[in-house]
């Protein structure tokens, strides 16, 4: 119980501490929501679901999805697909593609407007 304590108090610590920090990088997180909803997205020019053009085109659209959810950091799935679904494999596996393409673009701008300063 006193383990249960002691990580309980040092997270909330850390997450009051987040919540009072401010943003280094001057862009307003509204903005930054914006502007991934609408970026242009580079989609794969192939996918393990080629051969399946409904899977492909399910896996593409959750690969937009997840590139601009990754493009802000974020690693929510909105609209997650029901199990039940015919095209579930093909879009939580284009999600979770897309995520990490999304994620590491935006970690390279990030290093190169770092290096730029």
Known sequence: MRAFTT??????VLILAGCKSESRTGIDPVQE???????AVPLP??????SLPGERAAYLEAYRDGYRSGLV???VLIGQPAVGDSFYSARTNGWQTGVSAGFS???TEVMQKGHQQ
Do not use: M, Y
């Open 105 to 107: 673009a935006h970690f």
């Open 45 to 50: 020019a192939t996918t393990p679901f080629d």
């Open 7 to 12: 990580i309980f108090i040092c997270g909330a």
């Open 73 to 75: 950091s974020l690693n």
């Open 33 to 39: 929501l914006a502007a991934a909803k609408v970026a």
